[in-house]
């Protein structure tokens, strides 16, 4: 009886610890918001009658921890954000850009919609070092003239063992 309870505990001990980190790999591979780009590519005609302006979103893809020498790697979460009620607005390119300003990739290839109260996401994952601590995004966009700009924010995020971080960063119109 000594021995069954033992065994018992020893794998409740091992399925529980093996369990552990399989829901969040599950979760995070298959559950990760994405953009269909294709779906939101704005098929119509252009219109001179909307108003353009650019956003800067600074961003971390990792953070200084203890020195300069050493750096805590970060997954980043961008959210594009129309807040208003009754109009589309338009993204021309999504740059995202590393701490000596090299363009490290345009997420937009063509002129992208966002549909009223939609908010479009882009994840930078946290093996994704490339922006380093000074990493930033810049937006270009249209809206009709009167409408409240589209809001853009940044979630950076990690968690390692038992140690987790986050913080917000929020865009700048130019």
């Given amino acids: 009886m000594k021995h069954r309870t033992i065994a018992l505990i020893l794998g409740l001990l091992i399925v529980g610890f093996g369990s552990c980190e399989s829901p969040v790999k599950q979760h995070n591979e298959l559950l990760l918001p994405k953009v269909d780009w294709s779906a939101h590519e704005w098929k119509g005609e ?3 009658s909307l108003e353009s302006g ?3 979103l600074p961003v971390y893809s990792e953070i200084y921890q203890r020195t300069d020498a050493y750096t805590y790697p970060l997954t980043i979460t961008v959210s594009i954000r129309n807040m208003s009620k009754s109009d589309t607005i ?6 995202y850009f590393n701490t000596h300003g090299d363009l ?3 997420y937009v290839k063509s002129k992208v919609f966002v549909k009223p109260m939609e908010t479009i996401e882009i994840v930078v994952r946290e093996d994704d070092l490339h922006g380093g601590t000074g990493a930033n995004f810049m937006f270009d966009w249209e809206k009709n003239p009167g409408t409240v700009d589209p809001l853009f924010e940044a979630v950076m995020i990690s968690t390692t063992g038992q140690q987790g971080l986050s913080f917000t960063t929020r865009g700048v119109r130019k």
Wanted: glycine share 0%.
């Fill in 104 to 106: 490290i990739r345009d």
């Fill in 46 to 48: 252009h219109t001179d």
């Fill in 54 to 56: 650019s956003t800067y």
């Fill in 90 to 95: 338009f993204l021309q390119n999504a740059e």
